[in-house]
């Protein structure tokens, strides 16, 4: 079983940064797949940010390319994101969530931080 905990979350004003961390704990791999989604009130969640095990690659969704990092550090089982410039509509819960490469769906999640971005 692996556990997802993210942190660092909390409220910022329009242009400002964030940066959240997701700590991994159980039998997590260093090839899973780990990625950040999103969901804002009455909204579907959003692909948000994904990386592969050893950071080889790196996909973004298309309202956060040039905003936003994600990266990784499989010594501490810990994956991040770097929220830079952000803006109203990034209001959300964030989630962390991690799979194995082999499956193309999600097999892990966390219970989400959230994020308010205040104008």
């Known amino acids: 079983q692996v556990q997802l905990v993210e942190s660092g979350g909390g409220l910022v004003q329009t242009g400002g940064s964030l940066r959240l961390a997701c700590a991994a704990s159980?039998?997590?791999?260093?090839?899973?797949?780990m990625g950040w989604f999103r969901q804002a009130p009455e909204k579907e969640r959003e692909f948000v940010a994904a990386?592969?095990?050893?950071?080889?690659?790196?996909a973004y969704g298309d309202s956060v390319k040039g905003r936003f990092t994600i990266s990784r550090d499989d010594g501490k089982n810990t994956v991040y994101l770097q929220m830079n410039n952000l803006d109203a509509v990034d209001t959300a819960v964030y989630y962390c969530?991690?799979?194995?490469?082999?499956?193309?769906?999600?097999?892990?999640w966390g219970q989400g931080t959230q994020v308010t971005v205040s104008s």
């Open positions: 990386i592969a095990w050893a950071g080889i690659s790196t």
């Open positions: 969530a991690a799979r194995d490469v082999r499956h193309t769906t999600y097999d892990y």
């Open positions: 159980g039998e997590i791999f260093s090839t899973y797949v």
